[in-house]
């Protein structure tokens, strides 16, 4: 039960930060992707590729190093629960 309250205060969370947060040209250039598809799987969402490449013009040259933390994220998402 505990589990499933923390996925979801997770869930939320981050449904609200991806709504909300829009990026920046210079965050979109800068941001560290590795770290922010981790982010995003340790949260337990799907990854949020088309929502990037919305905000971020030219998002498809990082596609690879998001997907890449993704799957990590992910795999660490997946010992937690």
């Given at each position: 039960?505990v589990?499933?309250a ?5 869930l939320?969370a981050?449904?609200l930060?991806c709504?909300c947060a829009?990026?920046s ?9 590795f770290?922010i598809?981790?982010r995003?799987?340790?949260m337990?969402?799907r990854?949020?590729l088309?929502n ?6 030219g ?6 190093e998001?997907?890449?933390g993704?799957?990590l994220?992910?795999?660490e998402f997946?010992e937690?629960?």
């Amino acid at each position: 039960m505990v589990n499933q309250a923390r996925r979801l205060a997770r869930l939320m969370a981050c449904a609200l930060l991806c709504g909300c947060a829009a990026m920046s040209e210079s965050e979109c250039s800068s941001a560290n992707w590795f770290q922010i598809g981790k982010r995003d799987a340790r949260m337990g969402v799907r990854p949020q590729l088309a929502n990037y490449a919305r905000q971020c013009a030219g998002f498809n040259a990082f596609e690879k190093e998001y997907l890449e933390g993704w799957q990590l994220g992910y795999w660490e998402f997946s010992e937690m629960m």
